[in-house]
C-alpha cells in the first residue's frame, strides 16, 4: 500500500487501469500503488490575461482589447477528463465572448463605460461548464486604438479643451465690461463720483493728473 497528503486547495484523481477510481479529497489517503496514477488537480483560483485582440466594434471601428480573467476549477473530474486542455477551452471562451461584447457595442459606448467589457463571467462560464471551469470576475485591462484613429481621439479631445477655455475667456471679459459699463452710467448719472474718484486718484503717489481746462 502507498499514502498519499492531499492539500486543502487540492483534489487528487485516483486512476487504476486507466480508469478513474475515485476523487482523493484534502487529507492523509492510502491506496493500492500497482496499476495506480495520481492526476493532482489545483484547485484555488488563477488569473488568466486575454491580450492583443483585434476586435470590430458595432459602428465598424477596430480595436485592441485585453482582458483579465479570475477562475477556478469546480469539477476536477470534468477539467481532468473533458477536454485535452481545459485552459485552452477556457482562452478560446473568453476570446469568443469579448467579440461578442464588443461587436454589440459602439466605440463612443466602450470609451464612456468600459464595465461593459467587465461583466462576461456569466457566458464564459457556460461555455466552460463542460470542462468544470467557472469564471468569477472580468476585467478589461486595455483598450487600445489604432494610431490614426488615437491622434484624431486626441486631437478632439484637445479642441473641446480649447473650447471651453475660450469660452471661459468670453464670459470673463463679458463680465468685465459690464462693470465698467455700469461703472460709465453711474459716473454719468452723477458727476459727483467722478471729481470724488479724481481726487482719491490724485491722493495716490506717483500719480499725475492733467486738467483740461475745456471740460466743465
Not at 477556478?72 to 465572448?97: C, K, M
Not at 472580468?138 to 477655455?165: C, F, K, N, V
Request: a positive charge; hydrophobic letters at 45%; zero cysteines.
Amino acid at each position: 500500500m502507498a499514502t498519499v497528503t492531499v492539500m486543502e486547495w487540492q483534489r487528487v484523481l485516483l486512476f487504476v487501469n486507466g480508469r478513474l477510481d475515485r476523487v482523493l479529497e484534502p487529507g492523509r489517503h492510502r491506496y493500492r500503488a500497482k496499476h495506480a496514477a495520481l492526476v493532482p488537480v489545483e484547485m484555488r483560483p488563477r488569473v488568466l490575461i486575454v491580450s492583443g485582440q483585434e476586435l470590430i466594434t458595432r459602428d465598424g471601428l477596430s480595436l485592441r482589447v485585453s482582458v483579465a480573467v479570475t477562475w477556478s476549477v469546480t469539477d476536477p473530474v470534468r477539467f481532468t477528463t473533458g477536454a485535452e486542455s481545459a485552459q485552452a477551452v477556457l482562452h478560446g471562451a473568453v476570446q469568443e465572448a469579448i467579440r461578442e461584447a464588443v461587436a454589440a457595442t459602439t466605440f463612443d459606448e466602450l470609451l464612456a463605460d468600459r464595465a461593459r467589457l467587465s461583466d462576461l463571467a456569466a457566458p464564459v462560464s457556460e461555455r466552460t461548464s463542460t470542462v468544470g471551469v467557472t469564471v468569477t470576475e472580468t476585467r478589461a485591462r486595455d483598450l487600445m486604438l489604432p494610431g490614426e484613429l488615437r491622434r484624431a481621439t486626441q486631437d478632439t479631445i484637445l479642441a473641446r479643451e480649447r473650447g471651453r477655455a475660450d469660452l471661459e475667456r468670453a464670459r470673463a471679459e463679458a463680465a468685465s465690461l459690464r462693470t465698467l459699463a455700469n461703472a460709465a452710467r453711474v459716473l454719468e448719472e452723477h458727476p459727483t463720483l467722478l471729481r470724488l474718484r479724481t481726487l482719491q486718484v490724485a491722493a495716490e503717489p506717483g500719480t499725475r493728473i492733467i486738467l483740461d481746462p475745456r471740460a466743465d
